[in-house]
């Protein structure tokens, strides 16, 4: 375990970023994250990606902002819902395996395999004994993950009650934006007090040094994106080369023999292949 996990108490939700400020970093975050995919499917390194938080948190805003960077190609998105009959009769993490990324991939879950230990905790759908037998089994599970190359973020988009209100009432007056909002949403709002505390306790018990947990402070959505996405290009660029790969001396005699291009140009490549 990390020595001081993080607590939703000390998410700073003051934090602010302008419009200026925000695009700047924006475009510089995306530039980077699509280096880090070219590099990714080079290596053959593999990433996953898990938000979760409040209803209304922002956590479809910032993977839209990171789609738009990456090829679909080696990135898929993995919204998560209620588990179909298949899987309500198998072990919870079934779905989870079944949608991890090949090598050179990366995947982003929508909500994840802690529904356990939060949704189905606060709903009372899983037994006490067997809720908190996930947090060892998911500790084991990323474990076996990351042993085997996978890179892991784990982000938490945490607003105040205020703000979630004020996003619902938007949705409800926005027509582009009202079907976001469900019935679901305001009963979850009741469970408020009994969703922080499992919350705390996830956080407690499952940001390991191996797979941390980072609470993003959402209640400004430009600061709560940049803020995730920079969390993101520094976990899956450390130790990585991010310099544009070299072809090899096959593409490069095919390229000098078909294209028109300048055979100084096809030496220099090859020169950097040596």
């Known amino acids: 375990m990390t020595q001081t996990p993080p607590k939703l108490a000390d998410a700073d939700l003051s934090h602010r970023l302008g419009k200026r400020a925000y695009l700047e970093q924006l475009a510089d975050l995306q530039a980077q994250l699509a280096l880090i995919q070219?590099?990714?499917?080079?290596?053959?390194?593999?990433?996953?990606?898990?938000?979760?938080?409040?209803?209304?948190?922002?956590?479809?805003?910032?993977?839209?902002?990171?789609?738009?960077?990456?090829?679909?190609?080696?990135?898929?998105?993995?919204p998560i819902g209620a588990p179909r009959n298949y899987y309500l009769s198998r072990h919870y993490l079934l779905r989870f395996w079944e949608r991890l990324p090949p090598a050179g991939a990366i995947s982003a879950f929508d909500r994840s395999w802690y529904g356990r230990v939060l949704v189905e905790r606060v709903e009372q759908l899983t037994p006490e004994a067997r809720w908190r037998a996930a947090y060892r089994e998911i500790n084991d599970f990323e474990?076996?993950?990351?042993?085997?190359?996978?890179?892991?973020?784990?982000?938490?988009?945490?607003?105040?009650?205020?703000?979630?209100?004020?996003?619902?009432?938007?949705?409800?007056?926005?027509?582009?934006?009202?079907w976001k909002l469900t019935y679901e949403d305001f009963r979850n709002r009741e469970k408020w007090g009994q969703t922080e505390e499992a919350v705390d306790e996830m956080l407690t018990?499952?940001?390991?040094?191996?797979?941390?947990?980072?609470?993003?402070?959402?209640?400004?959505?430009?600061?709560?994106?940049?803020?995730?996405?920079?969390?993101?290009v520094d976990a899956f660029s450390v130790g990585v080369d991010l310099n544009p790969q070299h072809l090899d001396h096959k593409t490069l005699d095919a390229a000098g023999r078909v294209l028109d291009v300048d055979q100084a140009l096809i030496d220099s490549l090859r020169a950097r292949t040596d």
């Open 143 to 178: 474990r076996m993950l990351v042993d085997d190359g996978t890179r892991i973020v784990k982000l938490f988009f945490h607003i105040s009650p205020e703000e979630q209100m004020a996003r619902f009432t938007e949705r409800l007056r926005n027509p582009t934006k009202r």
């Open 205 to 232: 018990q499952t940001s390991t040094e191996i797979a941390p947990w980072h609470v993003i402070p959402a209640n400004n959505k430009k600061y709560a994106r940049i803020k995730a996405m920079s969390a993101i």
């Open 38 to 78: 070219q590099a990714f499917l080079f290596h053959g390194l593999k990433g996953v990606l898990v938000f979760e938080g409040w209803d209304a948190a922002g956590k479809g805003g910032t993977i839209r902002r990171i789609s738009q960077a990456l090829d679909p190609r080696s990135f898929k998105v993995w």
